[in-house]
């Protein structure tokens, strides 16, 4: 934390827990009576109601996007480049809301809270969600805070997800969609990726079937393992490369299985850190919506006749190294968009810094982005 709030901060933020009593009902078949939604907003709420922006989180992410909860804190919300006073996404002319979803593990419902049946856990028993089970709750949340039309719907990865389910679900409830490193649906490496992720937590002696909690454990090594497999993707080999390439720890070699190279001891630190900040069943949760999302198979596997629907504007962003989302999956929804003759506006940022590159303030991205929320910003009332 810096000694003084930068100028372009949010600055002290506080989560706030919105509760739902009315039911949700969900994709798998089963029904939640009631649940809560951990939020923080930033800006202020225009006397139209129009300027409202909903950020969407990716896999591990949360609802600290921006900004300080006390002075003490090692460093801000996970996209505070892009949102504060100035930055693309302006809290001077947005009223920005960004939530932990459904299911997550840092305030929202999820496997870590209490089921109220039980008095326990919800562990494996919390229901499997989906996106759209995600941007249902969002949808709920909006009307919560009044917003009958968001200015636009912003994620990247896994958020991207949610920004072109919510074109396809509610288009009218949107004005913009903005896409960024993302995907309409998973390629089979992908899944084959978070299946090796799933396998690693449950294969933990401490995983107990779920209910680690119950027997107050946690399954760390899984989910340590998870995480290192996650990291791998998220860089690209060049970035990995000018990083750490093949530096040593040590300058010679010990010929055992200890840390030898740097990358070695970065993952393994990764792996470490998030286990003990992340919930295991919340990882199997998220990877497995992941894995379902396919808005075209609505739509008898055509993007195109799922997207005809939509009447929002849209922001796609790619980047030349990320072989998780790669430009072409990008392309191929900037691709059925203007087959149904949709706006769409399409940036592929040359940047070596893989998936990642997404929450990275890289010059060309942050212009483009800018630009286009320039745009929005402008046509609110």
Known sequence: MPELIPADSVGLVAPLAIPFDQPLSLNCGEQLEGFQLMVETYGELNQSRSNGVLICHALSGHHHAAGYHTMADRKPGWW?????PGKPIDTRRFFVVA???LGGCHGSTGPTSINPETGKPYGPDFPVVTVADWVNSQAMLADHLGISQWAAVIGGSLGGMQALQWSIAYPEKLRHAVIIASAARLSAQNIAFNEVARQAIMSDDQFSGGRYLEQNSIPRKGLGLARMVGHITY???????AKFGRERKNAGFSYDYNVEFQIESYLRYQGERFSGSFDANTYLLMTRALDYFDPAGDYGNSLPEALSRATAGFFLASFSTD??????????????????????TYLEVDAPQGHDAFLMNIPRYVRGLSAYLHRVAEECP
């Open 80 to 84: 505070d480049n892009f949102i504060g």
């Open 99 to 101: 939530l932990n979803n």
């Open 235 to 241: 860089l690209s080999d060049d970035a990995m490369g």
């Open 323 to 344: 072989w998780r989302f790669s430009p072409e999956r990008s392309r191929e929804m900037v691709d059925a968009l203007m087959r149904v003759d949709k706006d769409v």
